[in-house]
Every structure is written in C-alpha cells, then in structure tokens.
C-alpha cells in the first residue's frame, strides 16, 4: 500500500513510469528509482488539485496565459464572488461571478494580481485569496531583419579562445569588441557565445561555462583590464603592468597553446585590486561612482550574496583548498543567511565591495560591446548562451537552496554511444518550488540573461519539457525522466523575449520529444540546425533549400569536431587515444560511418555544384579485409576546396541565421571539448592558431567570408 501510495505520488510530481529510449523502445523505470527522486524534491504533492479553503473558492498561486486566449477559471462552490485585477501597468478591472471566473480577453501583457473574495462576507480581508496573473505573448520576439526575409549570419565564437595582441592570454570583452567591428564590416550580424557565466575568482581551472557557480552574473576572467580607466590612471598599477617580471609573464600566456586561467585570473585580480583604490578614491558624486552604486542597488540580494561568496570562496580556498564549494566548507559558513558569514560580511567589507566592483566592471564592458554592434548596425549584434544548470557548489545553490534539489544531478539517458548515459554533476530546479514561487527565479534568470545582448541561445531546451534525473550516488542509467511545465515556461519564455528585444535560440540536439517540437515553433523559439546531422533517411545530406527558416544553421559546434578534425577523423583518433572507446567493434563501425559520411558529403557537394574544382567522389581507401593501424583507417587530408565548398552549401541554406566557426576558417583540427571527459584531455581551454589581427588580415579568410555574404543575400 505504501508503494501504491509513493508511485501515485511520484506520477503526480512529473516522475515518469517509463520513456522511449535511444533504440526507439518503451523503457521502464524502477519504482526505487522514481521514489528516490521524489524524496530529493521534498516537496508536497497535493494530489487530486488543490485544496479548497472552506469559504473561498481555492485558485493556484498563479496562471499563465495567452494574450487574447479566452479563459476560464473554474471556482469551487456556488457563492457570489467579487474579482479585482491590479496590472503592471497600474490599470484595474473588476467584476462579479459564480460558478466561474471568466478573464478579461483585453488584458495587457505583464505580470498582474488578481483577488478573489466572497461578496457575501462583511469582512472579507482574511478571506481574500491572490493569484499571480502572468499574460504573455504568442510567440518570441524576431528582429525586424527576419520578419522581413532576410538570411543573417554570423559567427560562434568561445570567447576565451580569442587571441589578440592586446589580452592577457585569454580571449577578453576588448577582443569581442574589436571582432564585433571586424564582422560587422564584412556583413556580419552577430557574434554568439559560450556562456559568460560566473565562475569561480578563486578556483579558475574550474573552467568549463557549462558548469557555472551563477548564471545570473558574469565571469570575470573576461574584464579587459588594460581598457580600465582606473587601472590606466592608477601610478601603482602602471609601475606593476610595465615592470619587466609582468611584461614576461603576459608574454608567456599570450603564446602560451593553451589558456593557463590560473596565472591568468593572477594577473588579473592583482592588476584589479592595485585599480580598486583609484575608483574608490573618486567622490561620490562622480558619474562612474553613481552609476557603481545604482548597478549594486538593483541588484539586490542576488549580486550581494554573489559577492559574499566570491570573497568567501577566496578566503577558505586560500587557507585549505579542499574547500571547493560551500558544501565541503566549515559548517557554518554553508548557509547565506547565517550568523558566521553575516559576521564574514560586516568584517570584510571592502573586500566584497571588491567583487561586486568586478561584477559591475564586467557587466560595463559587456555593455559597450553590445553598444558596439548596435552603433554597427547589426541586426542581433551579441548573442548569449543560457546553460542549462549550475554546478552543485557555487554560489547560485549556495543563496538559493529551496529551489535547487541538491541530492539530484540531471544528465542525459544511455544511448548508442554512451550506454551509461552522462552525469552533468548538475542539480536540478525543482519544478514544483518553481511553480509555487510563481516561477519567479525562472523570470529572473531569463532577464539576467537577456541583457546586453540581441539574441539568447537556451543550452539544451528539452529542460523546459523534461530534464533526465539521477539521484545522488547513482550512474547515469539509473535516472529518470521529471516534467516540466512547458506551456508556462514557454509563454513567460515569449514574454521577456518581448520585452528584452531578444530572439531565442534553443539547442533542441539529441533526442527530441515530438511534443516539444511544435510548441517551441509555434512559441517563436529557432531550432539548431548542424550540418553533420542534416542527413535523410537514405544517407544524403539535405541541400540547403530543405533547411527550416525558422532556425539557426552550423556547421558544428564546442561538443563536436571541427571541420577538418570531422574529415579527417581526429575527433576519432583522439577519442581512441585518451580511453573513449575501448569496445573496438564499435569503435571499426564509427570510422566506417565517418567515411560513408564523407562519401555522401562529397557527392552531396558536386551535386549541387558546391566545388571549385573536381574530385573523385570515392575519398577513401577500400575497407581492408583485416584490422589495420588507426592511422590507415583515418579519413585522407581535407582540400581547401572542401572546407569552402561546405562553407557555400551552408551559406545557402534556407534557414534564417547561419553561425560559423573561426577554427573552421583558420582550419584548424583539434577539439575545444570532449564530451566525457574530464581530465583525459584540456576541455575549455584551447585557443585560435592565430590573433584576431591577423585573422582579418588573411586574403583567404576575407575572401571566404565575402562568399558567405554573398551567398547569404541570394537565399530567397
């Protein structure tokens, strides 16, 4: 009976009983499984609806709808009710039922309160219930370019990849201003990015943006320091820059191949703090020193507790670095809100003004680059990158606890190439807190996001449907499926879309639920669309006039093989290195699909004209009868006129936006990340051949990103 009773309870919270797994079979999911699950929500789950109140008919904390859309609130019992709505925008309706309510059909869009009282009761205070009233748009917003047809493109870029005579060995927001400049000037739109997201000051080999401490703020590593008023005004902080010791240090990490974030985030949080002073120094009337202080005031407790834990973190880690995260810190400092880090707090002020100094520097220069882009006339200019979680440890659990379930981690289920699955390490948002919450952190987040920028790529957009669950302790197959409240999230989704001016990209890659499908395309949200999976049911690639319009294509991106590295099978040859594949039959079948895979894209290529000159369509060596090295089996050296051949195929695609990678223009082989991997190779930390300077400088370069241009003009 007790089973019974969890199962129900399980299915009531979103668990799901069983899912259709990679082989396209029904897979069902142990009942110890979902009940753990649903004891890492702790949360209640009122089953059969909510509990009525015994004199007002009960309505859920919130509702979300659709502008225009007639609704109707069932009520309970038979009494007369009075309603009121307060709007956003300070208008009021009013009116009287039974039965039902009935809603306004010319409501604003916004977030508005409703009250619902007995018009019977003399005193009806205590008997009044509120609602939360969310009315949102149809669709997402789409800039005027795209509304009027035309195909936009752009490039995708891992900001700390960037090379540049003038950064400290990373990839920083002076850089993305300059390329923003560069593209512009060759017809460009935008410049999308890897997550910007906090990480940690203290901690920065913890590099990966897909693991952030917060994704409400933004990651330091990436203040251009040298471009800092303070730091250039700053008699101290010069006589440090220009001493020989720095000089060589900073030349070191510039021709350094890999970015070493360790005596980078050195360098520059001892060239920040020597600046500090400066900025402090300046009076409080000062336009710089106001603006610091209105940038604090708003916000608020989040970018505080940010800056707590950022000064926190660099003390704790500095005395005994096992102190990772606030779950493996001094008990008393695990919680935001109690007495030790309240007396941290008063004890250190100045140096968490420091960090919330950082945080706005960063958020400044962000800023500027997208000012940039605008005053280039390009119609997206930046566009950000939502991941879908945060790591257990940082600061975003740390201050916001309730809606996290720390004892989950989300991932992806078993499939042809991972049979265990993948663990992200990820702690889920608990649905249900969300919703009682009247999906505030959700909203919040989505601001954070949207600022400073013209478009928002959300990082596997399944999540808004359903997020695979594993509890602690477990491997990756012994999740399960929780569900999401879709039409809700998808509809406040449009709303802040709206009023952000900011399109939405979802990365919809992997396994895909038909139910998502349609509601993220009748919501306005732009698939992801990748070259190397655009193929039909008989192998063929697809030719450009079969891609969507409302879509985003490439043709890879920071989880795949760059072009060269596909062809050639580097990302196969590197994965067999490091321990990726040990089954060998496989492993033989993976280079086999490889090199059908070039054979269709070759034949894909000169059918529809695409080469500049002609090859032979058989690219490979027959299939040896016995095993042979790995290096006989990789695929031949890519021709130039390969890589510019797809450049073009692309480039005439029919979707919308196209984004495009500089490793691919500078041919470049290895990886930025290896799914998988943790250790086995240097994810997150790879960097361009070559500077930006002399990136634009490249004749081939400029003249390949004129035929996309062009190509781009012609797609009707």
């Not at 409703?114 to 005193?123: F, I, M, R, S, V």
């Not at 361009?688 to 035929?707: G, K, P, R, S, V």
Request: glycine share 6%.
């Amino acid at each position: 009976m007790e089973n019974k009773c969890l199962d129900n309870l399980a299915t009531e919270a979103g668990i799901t009983s069983e899912y259709i797994n990679a082989y396209g079979k029904p897979q069902a999911i142990p009942a110890e499984i979902r009940h753990r699950i649903l004891a890492a929500m702790n949360t209640e789950i009122p089953v059969g609806g909510p509990v009525s109140h015994p004199h007002v008919s009960s309505l859920p904390n919130v509702k979300v709808v659709i502008q225009g859309q007639r609704v109707t609130l069932p009520l309970e019992d038979t009494n007369n009710y009075q309603w009121q709505i307060h709007t956003e925008q300070g208008e009021i309706f009013h009116g009287h039922c039974q039965h039902q309510l009935v809603l306004p059909a010319d409501l604003p869009l916004g977030y508005h309160s409703l009250t619902l009282a007995p018009k019977t009761e003399p005193d009806t205070g205590s008997q009044q219930q509120m609602m939360q009233l969310i009315v949102a748009p149809e669709r997402c917003y789409e800039p005027k370019a795209l509304m009027h047809g035309e195909k936009l493109w752009g490039a995708c870029v891992q900001l700390y990849t960037l090379r540049s005579e003038n950064n400290w060995g990373i990839g920083d927001f002076g850089d993305l201003k300059y390329m923003l400049q560069a593209l512009a000037h060759r017809g460009g739109a935008f410049i999308g990015l890897n997550p910007l997201h906090a990480i940690y000051p203290a901690m920065p080999e913890n590099a990966s943006p897909y693991s952030p401490s917060s994704r409400h703020w933004l990651n330091v590593i990436y203040i251009a320091v040298h471009q800092v008023e303070d730091f250039k005004d700053s008699v101290e902080a010069q006589a440090w820059w220009h001493s020989p010791e720095t000089q060589l240090k900073l030349q070191q990490t510039r021709q350094a191949e890999w970015v070493d974030y360790t005596t980078v985030m050195a360098l520059k949080i001892i060239a920040l703090r020597l600046a500090y002073p400066q900025f402090n120094n300046r009076s409080d009337h000062d336009p710089k020193k106001v603006a610091f202080q209105q940038f604090v005031t708003q916000g608020g407790k989040n970018l505080y507790s940010q800056a707590a834990y950022d000064a926190l973190h660099h003390k704790l880690y500095g005395e005994d670095n096992s102190y990772w995260g606030w779950p493996v810190w001094p008990e008393q400092y695990r919680e935001f809100e109690s007495d030790a880090v309240k007396e941290f707090c008063h004890s250190h002020p100045q140096e968490i003004e420091f960090f919330l100094w950082l945080q706005w520097v960063a958020d400044v220069q962000l800023a500027e680059c997208f000012t940039t882009s605008q005053s280039n006339h390009m119609p997206i200019g930046i566009y950000r990158d939502l991941a879908v979680g945060v790591a257990q440890g940082g600061s975003e659990t740390w201050c916001n606890r309730d809606i996290y379930c720390t004892k989950a981690s989300v991932g992806a289920p078993p499939d042809i190439l991972g049979p265990r699955g993948q663990n992200w390490g990820l702690p889920p948002m608990n649905p249900h807190r969300l919703k009682a919450q009247s999906y505030q952190p959700f909203i919040e987040l989505l601001r954070s996001n949207m600022r400073h920028c013209g478009a928002l790529r959300i990082d596997h957009v399944m999540s808004l449907l359903r997020l695979w669950w594993i509890p602690q302790g477990e491997t990756a197959d012994k999740g399960v499926y929780v569900h999401y409240p879709v039409d809700d999230l998808l509809a406040i989704l449009a709303l802040e879309s709206q009023r952000n001016h900011c399109l939405v990209i979802g990365e919809d890659l992997g396994i895909v639920p038909a139910e998502i499908v349609g509601k993220l395309h009748v919501r306005g949200v732009y698939s992801y669309k990748v070259f190397y999976f655009e193929r039909n049911d008989q192998g063929e690639y697809r030719s450009p006039n079969e891609y969507p319009v409302q879509a985003m294509a490439t043709i890879t991106t920071h989880d795949l093989p760059t072009l060269r590295g596909f062809w050639q099978d580097g990302d196969l040859t590197l994965g067999e290195s490091i321990g990726l594949y040990p089954d060998k039959t496989l492993l033989a079948k993976l280079y086999t699909e490889r090199k059908d895979c070039r054979q269709a894209l070759l034949a894909s290529l000169n059918r529809h004209g695409y080469l500049s000159e002609t090859l032979p369509i058989t690219v490979d060596k027959q299939p040896p009868s016995q095993p042979t090295p790995l290096q006989e089996q990789a695929g031949q050296p890519m021709p130039a006129s390969i890589n510019q051949g797809i450049h073009r195929y692309i480039a005439h695609s029919h979707c919308a936006l196209l984004g495009l990678q500089p490793e691919d223009w500078l041919d470049m082989e290895k990886p930025v990340n290896i799914p998988g991997t943790t250790d086995e190779y240097p994810n997150w930390r790879r960097k361009l051949t070559t500077t930006l300077e002399a990136m634009f400088a490249d004749a081939h370069i400029n003249q390949l990103l004129q035929e996309v241009r062009e190509a781009r003009k012609q797609v009707s």
